[in-house]
């Protein structure tokens, strides 16, 4: 299984773009990518998926470079409720067992 | 939108004493999973089901088991609770493998 492995934490301000890269070297083939999102005491809340290239939806943007050993989760102009943790996660659509790393810690300041 | 639903938010239990979480899907999803959450170690695998009566190891199943009788209910169950079964315990289901996770919002298991 491939082993992902990002920042512990970034600090931003509100307004401004984030960028969280992951590392996962050793991804395979069919593996996806994916990106959570998760409060104190609550489960984690799944933002983006992709494959290769790039993704888009209304709340993040993931950028995959061509070899895909790496990604990027950006944050469009962060806001204060932005303050999380952010787990990327790397896995195929065969075992089922996605691997939780430490993640990202992310604190929007005013 | 899906709903993954725990029993508990919070729950005290003795040593020794045998512990059901209960965790229900209402989107008919295939698989469900069962993850403990603890301070510096993330998230980590316990039992995962795959379809109704079939169960597949995690990373740390010791200790626990788990029960799929019907396709929407997953079961942790804790044969005989210990101290260090104290964590933050989480449910999830998705669709298919390949697509992304929906959670529950946990449950804090205190074992004294």
């Known amino acids: 299984l491939a082993k992902t492995t990002q920042p512990i934490s970034m600090d931003s301000y509100e307004g401004q773009e984030v960028n969280i890269t992951c590392s996962h070297n050793n991804i395979a083939t069919n593996d996806y990518i994916t990106w959570y999102q998760q409060f104190p005491s609550q489960g984690p809340r799944f933002i983006i998926q992709?494959?290769?290239t790039k993704v888009t939806n209304e709340v993040a943007s993931l950028f995959i470079p061509a070899d895909r050993k790496s990604s990027t989760l950006s944050l469009p102009r962060v806001s204060l409720s932005d303050t999380a943790v952010y787990y990327c996660?790397?896995?195929?659509?065969?075992?089922?067992?996605?691997?939780f790393g430490q993640g990202t810690e992310l604190s929007v300041k005013p | 939108d899906v709903k993954v639903t725990q029993s508990s938010r919070y729950l005290v239990k003795r040593t020794g004493e045998k512990v059901f979480l209960e965790c229900v899907q209402d989107?008919?999803?295939?698989?469900m999973f069962w993850y403990r959450q603890d301070p510096g170690l993330g998230l980590r695998l316990i039992y995962f089901?795959?379809?109704?009566?079939?169960?597949e190891k995690g990373d740390i199943p010791e200790g626990y088991s788990v029960s799929r009788e019907k396709k929407e209910r997953f079961s942790l169950i804790l044969e005989s609770a210990s101290t260090n079964q104290t964590s933050m315990y989480l449910c999830a289901s998705n669709r298919d493998f390949g697509y992304g996770y929906t959670f529950g919002s946990g449950t804090r298991l205190t074992v004294v």
């Open positions: 996660l790397v896995g195929d659509n065969q075992g089922g067992k996605l691997i």
């Open positions: 089901s795959y379809d109704v009566k079939m169960k």
């Open positions: 992709g494959y290769k």
């Open positions: 989107m008919d999803h295939e698989n």
